[in-house]
């Protein structure tokens, strides 16, 4: 495993991310914790979740799988650099009592203390702000996240889905207040297929520092080779890569994407994340496997390097925005 610090801290993690929010609802515990285990073994470090993951009346169980396995034992916690997410609505019925969701002072202070118990640890490495909270004034939130790193609850804060004028707003309040390192790592929705990012968001956190952690690195499934496992196993595109590919335009990039890497040898989704490895400002992307053998296969792709045909090719096929603001402005 290949190692990076994450943004301007001396933190060091994986350029693998391990996600969790399979572990419940589609993962067992039991294969759950093998997945992990796995990881670990693989040296992968940085491991992600989010009180809400499980879902439904299940919302916080993806953090309870995590916290049992880290009660095995064998310097699991000790070795895992934790990270997981506060804003979003924790009621089961999806109604929320005021004040227990967002980045209020309290919803934090109860959140973290939740995260904490279900984790069965005294501290989480990065506390990350899933969404932007459009009520609560960055002064507020900063004043809670201090007190929450003098108790030793956490140790660094991230951001999830924030465009870049939040980015800088948040760091330029920490930065007047003092005494708080503030944003160090963004969380955001980029791939080949969604490079909106790079306008704005990836320029944003390079240049206060943040280490950038894409989601959803091949788009849902639709990066990991769909039309060829519709040909060769019947298997039908499902969820958002069905919607993409009903598309005409979407299929024949696609189409061109898996014919592209065919000619050269490469595995779809392996290229995904190995050209997202190459982008500036990428500390790594979040893989969630559901099974060891997609574990395995998001592993193959640290040690991938892609040619510059490759690259020129994919950007042929699809095209970045562009630097901002000429992207827009020019």
């Known amino acids: 495993?290949?190692?990076?610090?994450?943004?301007?801290?001396?933190?060091?993690?994986?350029?693998?991310?391990?996600?969790?929010?399979?572990?419940?609802?589609?993962?067992?515990?039991?294969?759950?914790?093998?997945?992990?285990?796995?990881?670990?073994?693989?040296?992968?470090?940085?491991?992600?979740?989010a009180n809400v993951y499980g879902w439904g009346e299940n919302k916080g169980r993806t953090e309870e799988?995590?916290?049992?396995?880290?009660?095995?034992?064998?310097e699991r916690r000790d070795k895992t650099v934790l990270a997981t997410k506060v804003y979003g609505n924790m009621a089961a019925d999806g109604d929320a009592w005021p004040n227990h969701d967002k980045l209020s002072a309290v919803n934090i202070r109860r959140a973290v203390d939740a995260s904490l118990k279900r984790l069965q640890t005294d501290y989480i490495d990065v506390y990350q702000f899933h969404h932007i909270d459009r009520s609560t004034p960055f002064e507020e939130i900063w004043q809670a996240i201090d007190t929450l790193i003098q108790q030793g609850k956490i140790l660094y804060v991230g951001s999830s889905n924030f465009p870049g004028y939040k980015i800088a707003q948040a760091n330029e309040t920490a930065a007047r207040r003092g005494g708080t390192i503030g944003l160090v790592s963004e969380q955001c929705l980029y791939n080949l297929v969604e490079r909106r990012a790079e306008m704005e968001v990836i320029p944003a956190a390079r240049e206060y520092g943040l280490g950038v952690i894409p989601w959803s690195p091949l788009h849902g499934g639709l990066l990991g080779g769909v039309i060829r496992k519709?040909?060769?196993?019947?298997?039908?595109?499902?969820?958002?890569?069905?919607?993409?590919?009903?598309?005409?335009?979407?299929?024949a990039q696609i189409q061109a994407y898996e014919d592209l890497l065919d000619k050269h040898g490469l595995e779809p989704g392996e290229a995904a994340l190995a050209w997202l490895l190459t982008r500036p400002g990428v500390t790594g992307p979040i893989v969630g496997p559901r099974t060891a053998e997609q574990l395995e296969s998001a592993l193959r792709a640290v040690e991938l390097e892609l040619s510059e045909e490759v690259l020129a090719s994919l950007d042929e096929i699809f095209p970045g925005p562009g630097p901002s603001p000429e992207a827009f402005a020019w």
Request: without cysteine; proline residues 1%; hydrophobic residues 40%.
């Open 1 to 49: 495993m290949k190692y990076t610090q994450l943004g301007r801290t001396g933190l060091k993690v994986s350029r693998l991310v391990l996600g969790t929010m399979n572990f419940g609802p589609q993962t067992d515990e039991t294969a759950s914790h093998a997945i992990m285990d796995a990881a670990l073994d693989a040296g992968i470090n940085y491991f992600d979740t």
């Open 65 to 74: 799988i995590i916290g049992n396995w880290f009660a095995q034992g064998g």
């Open 230 to 251: 519709e040909v060769e196993g019947g298997r039908r595109a499902s969820g958002r890569s069905a919607d993409a590919l009903a598309n005409t335009t979407v299929r």
